[in-house]
């Protein structure tokens, strides 16, 4: 494998939770972090995403998305990935893309345009708009592969590093899934910059217009989603 695929995180890892966590060289207990230590990649592509995001996402939205970015991102001070998986490597710049588009397709305009699932169409829209910005297609396909697995929950196969990444990231954020991850001052700062602002109740919404539109789309395959979501008592204090 090439450094370039390394570094968008074209890597093989379990996508069965329990066994990503079994993996671990170590088991150790999770370190508070702030937002203020995490330095947002600043290239022309993440502004140009950032503003496309700012512009098709309801707020709640992006500010879930920016939470799921400082709850898994790479850094010397992370949430998720140094303190418990350190020899993953991965662009920080191609996950902050993937947080920011994850949920493109939820957007009202996006969940009616198509007979898709929404993470299937919002991948096709991350992989075009990441094009027309001239990224390079390890990149732009990470993201796109990513977006369209990050739902993919299960116990057999691999996923990519991002992938996985982005799976453990929202769960926690929308289910209070893994809590042994992510220091609960990191969350108490995380949420102070991105208010929830009622998101459990916000996305649960989300998830029953989905399925009452698309009562096929690829959301049905996690059982008592939107209750599980409603029901995240680990956010509940901050929602």
Same mark, same amino acid.
């Given at each position: 494998?090439?450094?370039?695929?390394?570094?968008?995180?074209?890597?093989?890892?379990?996508?069965?939770?329990?066994?990503?966590?079994?993996?671990?060289?170590?088991?150790?207990?999770?370190?508070?972090?702030?937002?203020?230590?995490?330095?947002?990649?600043?290239?022309?592509?993440?502004?140009?995403?950032?503003?496309?995001?700012?512009?098709?996402?309801?707020?709640?939205?992006?500010?879930?998305?920016?939470?799921?970015?400082?709850?898994?991102?790479?850094?010397?001070?992370?949430?998720?990935?140094?303190?418990?998986?350190? +020899?993953? @490597?991965?662009?920080? =710049?191609?996950? $902050?893309?993937?947080?920011?588009?994850?949920? #493109?397709?939820?957007?009202? %305009?996006?969940?009616?345009?198509?007979?898709?699932?929404?993470?299937?169409?919002?991948?096709?829209?991350?992989?075009?708009?990441?094009?027309?910005?001239?990224?390079?297609?390890?990149?732009?396909?990470?993201?796109?592969?990513?977006?369209?697995?990050?739902?993919?929950?299960?116990?057999?196969?691999?996923?990519?590093?991002?992938?996985?990444?982005?799976?453990?990231?929202?769960?926690?954020?929308?289910?209070?899934?893994?809590?042994?991850?992510?220091?609960?001052?990191?969350?108490?700062?995380?949420?102070?910059?991105?208010?929830?602002?009622?998101?459990?109740?916000?996305? +649960?919404? @989300?998830?029953?217009? =989905?399925?009452? $539109?698309?009562?096929?789309?690829?959301?049905? #395959?996690?059982?008592?989603? %939107?209750?599980?979501?409603?029901?995240?008592?680990?956010?509940?204090?901050?929602?």
């Amino acid at each position: 494998m090439s450094k370039t695929e390394q570094d968008h995180g074209w890597t093989a890892v379990p996508l069965s939770h329990s066994k990503l966590l079994a993996s671990r060289p170590e088991k150790k207990e999770s370190q508070p972090m702030k937002v203020a230590d995490i330095p947002l990649p600043d290239s022309p592509l993440v502004k140009a995403v950032m503003a496309y995001a700012k512009e098709n996402l309801r707020e709640e939205t992006f500010h879930h998305s920016m939470r799921v970015f400082y709850y898994g991102t790479y850094t010397t001070r992370t949430a998720i990935t140094t303190q418990h998986f350190p +020899a993953w @490597t991965y662009s920080p =710049e191609t996950y $902050l893309l993937t947080c920011l588009l994850h949920d #493109i397709g939820t957007s009202a %305009a996006n969940l009616r345009a198509t007979y898709q699932s929404f993470e299937f169409y919002g991948a096709q829209l991350a992989l075009a708009l990441l094009s027309s910005h001239k990224s390079p297609q390890a990149q732009s396909e990470a993201v796109a592969e990513a977006i369209i697995r990050h739902q993919d929950l299960g116990d057999t196969g691999t996923i990519t590093t991002v992938g996985a990444l982005i799976q453990l990231a929202t769960v926690f954020d929308n289910m209070g899934a893994n809590a042994e991850l992510v220091h609960m001052r990191t969350v108490e700062n995380v949420v102070e910059a991105w208010p929830r602002n009622g998101w459990s109740g916000c996305f +649960a919404k @989300t998830i029953r217009e =989905e399925i009452g $539109l698309k009562p096929w789309c690829h959301t049905t #395959i996690i059982d008592g989603f %939107a209750e599980g979501v409603e029901g995240n008592q680990l956010m509940e204090p901050y929602d």
